[in-house]
């Protein structure tokens, strides 16, 4: 079943969504080589916390006894989404996504950007641009008289003219006061196809494109989702509302 919210439900969404996008913006100044990706946790949860609102990821997971325990999660390199903070220091021409998600008056918001860490390759900053781009042609379709792998069939449009691929294991989803909603949003498609879009529904457009095979792995920590290549991928995510008009992007 798909939510549809109420303008006072997005009031309440575009609070948690500000949070999330100011901890992208407060962690952009740390990202540099030498920190770890548990002290990039550490800031985000202290910053959230601070505007009253909750860490969404944490104790979050269908397995009770392996519940996701950070409030990012920081992916690099061949890691497409779900690494766990840790003691690992982050190093020079690397790149590490960055996922954060927020609960606050019972409502959630969640983005995803990839960054690099110092000085990068050409090919992994391609990498970076194409799929940020992606996203931006995803939110595009995402109009109120569209279906829903229009938005899907836009990112993968993009991504494979660009010689990447997009993830097939992995979607994005309805968001609001769960952070899984209907409808499943996948990163490939055929358009004129999927659920019709309706004003009022609120969505994580989430593209993780990787620079060689589509393939991944699932790794034995029951989280952390791996290129099966070892190549590098890369992960960018805004919540955003469909309107009457354009799109409106809530974690901008
Ligand atoms: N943005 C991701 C998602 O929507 C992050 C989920 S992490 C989890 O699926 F720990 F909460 F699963
Ligand atoms: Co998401």
Known sequence: MINIKTREEIILMKESCRIVAEVLKLLV???????????????????????NAEPAFKGYGNDKK??????????????????????????????????????KNNFYGD???????????EEKMRLLKVTEESLYKGIEKARAG??????????????????????RDLVG??????????PQIPNYGETGTGI???????LAIEPMVNMGSYKVKF????????????????????????TESEPEILTK
């Open 196 to 202: 019709l879009l309706k004003p009022g529904m609120t």
């Open 29 to 51: 100044t740390y990202i540099k080589p030498g920190i770890t990706t548990k002290e990039l946790d550490e800031l985000a949860e202290n910053y959230i916390r601070s505007q």
């Open 146 to 167: 569209n279906r829903v792998h229009d938005i899907s069939a836009a990112v993968q449009k993009h991504v494979e003219n660009a010689g990447f691929s997009v993830v």
């Open 66 to 103: 392996n519940l996701y325990p950070a409030t990012l999660c920081t992916s690099i390199d061949d890691e497409v989404v779900h690494g766990i903070p840790d003691n690992r220091r982050l190093e020079e021409g690397q790149i590490i996504s960055i996922d954060v998600g927020v609960k």
């Open 173 to 182: 989803h309805g968001i609001g006061r769960n952070l899984h909603e209907d």
């Open 219 to 242: 790794y034995s920590d029951g989280w952390t989702v791996t290129t099966a290549d070892g190549k590098p991928s890369a992960h960018f995510e805004h919540t955003i509302c469909i």
């Open 111 to 121: 983005a995803a950007k990839s960054f690099p860490v110092g000085k990068v390759s």
